[in-house]
Every structure is written in C-alpha cells, then in structure tokens.
C-alpha cells in the first residue's frame, strides 16, 4: 500500500507561482511512476504531468513550458512547480501513483485558485 498526501495549494493571482508537493509513504518501493492530476469544476479529471523512476518527465500540452515535475527520492516527495499560473489552471490538484503491479493510488487533492 502506498499512501500521498498533497500540499501546497491556495490562492494565488494570475502570472504567480505555487509549488505542489506530494509525500509518499508505505511501499514506496514499489512505485514506478507518479503523475499530477487536475480536476475544475464541472470537468473531467485530466492528466497533468508524470515523472517515471529514471526521472523521465512528461507534460500536458496546457502546462509544457510553465510547469515542472520533479521528484526528490530521498524525501519520497514529487513536487509541481507551476510558474506563470493562469484562472484557467484553478483546479484541484491530485498526486497519483503506480506500483509495479499496475496498482494506482491517489492523494486527497490539493486546492489551486488562480484569480485574474
């Protein structure tokens, strides 16, 4: 079992930055990817970014260049650096994660507002 816990939302104006993070505990080990979600209200969950053990990183077409994934093994943290946030990234913001037996879990979300 793994368990994520989120921090780092609030309130912030458009053009700012917040940093996510997500703490992993449990059968750490076993991890193999971790991703960042999002979900505004009325919409879809949608896939934000991922990081895998080598430290590959992905992102969605919306964040490329404004967002960053990165993952601090020692700490068992991943954290999302949002920069140049926009009203359209308000969101809340899960961390989830998958084992090496294609297991997925998830954090309790994180609240982003960003206001124009």
């Known amino acids: 079992q793994v368990q994520l816990v989120e921090s780092g939302g609030g309130l912030v104006q458009a053009g700012g930055s917040l940093r996510l993070s997500c703490a992993a505990s449990?059968?750490?080990?076993?991890?193999?990817?971790m991703r960042w979600y999002r979900q505004a209200p009325g919409k879809q969950r949608e896939w934000v970014a991922g990081?895998?053990?080598?430290?590959?990183?992905n992102y969605a077409d919306s964040v490329k260049g404004r967002f960053t994934i990165s993952r601090d093994s020692a700490q068992n943290t991943v954290y999302l650096q949002m920069n140049s946030l926009k009203p359209e990234d308000t969101a809340v913001y899960y961390c989830?994660?998958?084992?090496?037996?294609?297991?997925?879990?998830w954090g309790q979300g994180t609240q982003v507002t960003v206001s124009s």
């Open positions: 989830q994660a998958d084992d090496s037996n294609r297991r997925k879990y």
């Open positions: 449990g059968s750490i080990f076993n991890i193999n990817v």
């Open positions: 990081i895998n053990s080598g430290g590959g990183t």
